[in-house]
């Protein structure tokens, strides 16, 4: 039970570059999130995906695009990476049956670098 | 909007300390508040979820409690240990399991 995965570990990019980040999760959960964690801040919600299909935005949306590709892939499209995306990047997921909140499931991250 | 302040933002204390982290916030409408650690390059694992009707949650050494209509929630760490050095994090949400994060406080604990 690998929990949520997510490729790749580390990326340098160039200004204007595109990517996509990976994110799955084996838990068969129905919610899955996108945050960055900057330094000396707190976690920021980026989009979610409340169910297979749903997608909305979250705190910080400007500049990516999401996919929920399928119950256990929600994917993070970086269009034209800008040096302010540089950050580590968290991917989670919840059962998302409980309206009330539940705990979340966190990946590994991503650490970004835009040059 | 929400706003999550952890204090201190970091704390050093020997081996076999009690000690107390803290965590407030300005809305208090909130549904659920949450405690993360997370160690050094790695993602965040959850410690204690404590719904807005409890006023306390226990895991192992671990306390957290609840006073929503202030604000502030604590996180007691009993007998720390080397093991515990880290960071927690805490974290509210709303419906819908939309999370807002504090920055965190770094705990180290000196064997």
């Known amino acids: 039970n690998a929990g949520v995965t997510q490729t790749p570990k580390f990326q340098v990019l160039k200004t204007g570059q595109s990517m996509t980040l990976q994110c799955a999760q084996d838990?068969?959960?129905?919610?899955m999130y996108w945050y960055r964690q900057d330094p000396g801040m707190g976690l920021r919600l980026i989009y979610y995906s409340a169910s297979e299909g749903t997608t909305d935005k979250g705190e910080v949306p400007n500049g990516y695009n999401v996919s929920r590709l399928n119950k256990r892939e929600f994917s993070l499209r970086l269009e034209s990476a800008a040096p302010s995306q540089t950050s580590v990047y968290f991917c989670?997921?919840?059962?998302?049956?409980?309206?009330?909140?539940?705990?979340?499931?966190f990946g590994p991250g991503t650490r970004l670098l835009v040059l | 909007k929400q706003e999550v302040t952890q204090i201190p933002a970091a704390l050093s204390v020997p081996e076999g300390e009690n000690l107390v982290l803290n965590c407030s916030f300005t809305?208090?409408?909130?549904?659920?508040l949450q405690w993360f650690r997370q160690d050094p390059g790695k993602g965040l694992t959850s410690l204690l979820l404590?719904?807005?009707?409890?006023r306390e949650q226990t895991s192992g050494r671990l306390n957290a409690s609840l006073d929503k209509s202030s604000g502030r929630s604590t996180l007691y760490i009993a007998a720390s240990q080397p093991g515990d050095s880290a960071t927690y994090l805490c974290?509210?949400?709303?419906?819908?399991?939309?999370?807002?994060f504090g920055a965190g406080t770094i705990l180290r604990v000196k064997s």
């Open positions: 809305d208090s409408a909130i549904y659920n």
């Open positions: 838990m068969n959960h129905n919610s």
């Open positions: 404590i719904q807005s009707s409890q």
């Open positions: 989670a997921s919840t059962l998302g049956q409980a309206k009330l909140g539940e705990t979340q499931y």
């Open positions: 974290a509210v949400s709303k419906y819908g399991n939309k999370l807002v």
